[in-house]
């Protein structure tokens, strides 16, 4: 099916996003400690050349030690940099967060967070509404930004992941009004419509998904640029700013790729298209996407065990230099490299409490 021309403000806009509020709140409760990995991974992105700096490493390695996160760490990373693990004896927190970019960080825990909620919203029924769709879209959306780096895995994970989880929060409030718009879609051969959206639930599910972004530690920017990535009526060639770009192409190849084809008809930048092997591999992956293969996003704690995830429990040599809480987090080269400044402020972060995190993610998804 095709997608809609795109969002649209209803007559009276202040409230439509009153609405988007309130309905975003009722996916839950997101923990200070996961908005604030997010900002500070954000920040890294933008401020240091998207490069990891090691108190943010150290951070927001806390959070994905959890049992459950690490689940979401280790099996997206085997997904989307498999290639890593062919030659491995073992892996840490650390070493899996140093395959991705800050910003990929951040998208890969606001995704896995917001699937988990919307699915607990849906558990008493509604679900099987969007599974499939969300499934399909966050997977595709992840590898298109792995076989486009220019794209990014954050801008096609975002994309096909969070409009997603703004309709699981509308079905939540009305299923009857979702199998109108269901029906709706049907007849008019469309994958989604936001005016419609907005006359049945009085709000759209983009406006939903900029708010999830919003509450999760994601700044303006990214808000806008998710907006831009499903405004079907805007020209492409009219987009400057190069993040609304990623993030517009992006879901342009997710809704294509989605339906079967090889690559969207509208024309964009060459630098936004996957060389020929990338081409092969994305290929491949959408394939087995489409015929159901099961997303990362939807594993848990009960996925990670010596027999299941054997290079998280194998351990490495370390040197008896590097106290046992940072070897999980940074090799001694590391260590060693690191500036006089950052390594004073990452021994002021290793006396705070240990099982804050824990906590935080057992009151999240309880």
């Known amino acids: 099916m095709g997608a809609s021309s795109g969002a649209s403000e209803a007559p009276d806009s202040a409230q439509v996003w009153k609405n988007a509020k309130r309905i975003a709140e009722s996916l839950g409760y997101v923990p200070a400690s996961f908005s604030i990995a997010v900002r500070t991974l954000v920040q890294d992105q933008n401020d240091f050349d998207a490069t990891l700096r090691p108190v943010t490493k150290y951070q927001v390695s806390r959070l994905l030690r959890t049992p459950t996160f690490q689940a979401m760490l280790y099996y997206g990373s085997q997904e989307l940099r498999g290639s890593y693990f062919s030659d491995r004896k073992n892996l840490t927190i650390g070493t899996m967060m140093d395959l991705f970019e800050p910003i990929d960080i951040a998208a890969m825990i606001a995704s ?22 969300i499934n399909k879209d966050s997977q595709i959306g992840a590898q298109v930004g792995v076989a486009v780096p220019n794209i990014g895995i ?19 409030q009305n299923e009857k009004a979702y199998k109108e718009y269901r029906r709706f879609l049907k007849g008019e051969g469309l994958s989604y419509d936001f005016k419609k959206e907005e006359e049945l639930f009085g709000c759209s599910s983009e406006q939903v998904g900029v708010f999830t972004l919003s509450k999760m530690g994601f700044g303006v920017e990214i808000g806008q640029a998710f907006t831009v990535a499903f405004d079907r009526k805007r020209d492409i060639s009219t987009i400057k700013e190069p993040l609304h770009l990623k993030m517009r192409v992006a879901r342009l190849w997710i809704d294509t790729l989605k339906e079967g084809k090889d690559q969207p008809t509208k024309r964009f930048p060459g ?96």
């Open 112 to 133: 896995f967070v917001y699937y988990r909620k919307a699915k607990k919203l849906l558990a008493k029924g509604g679900w099987e509404h969007i599974e499939d769709d």
């Open 271 to 366: 630098e936004y298209y996957p060389v020929q092997t990338a081409r092969e591999t994305l290929e491949e992956e959408v394939k087995k996407i489409l015929a159901g293969k099961a997303p990362w996003l939807a594993r848990g704690k009960d996925d990670v065990s010596e027999e299941k995830t054997p290079l998280l429990f194998a351990k490495a040599e370390v040197s008896e230099e590097v106290p046992e809480d940072l070897a999980e987090v940074f090799s001694l080269e590391e260590i060693t490299a690191m500036e006089e400044e950052d390594f004073d402020d990452l021994v002021d972060h290793m006396d705070e409490e240990d099982t804050k995190e824990q906590k935080d993610v057992e009151k999240a998804f309880s």
């Open 154 to 172: 954050a801008c096609g994970l975002i994309t096909g992941t969070l409009q997603q989880v703004g309709l699981a929060a509308l079905i939540a």
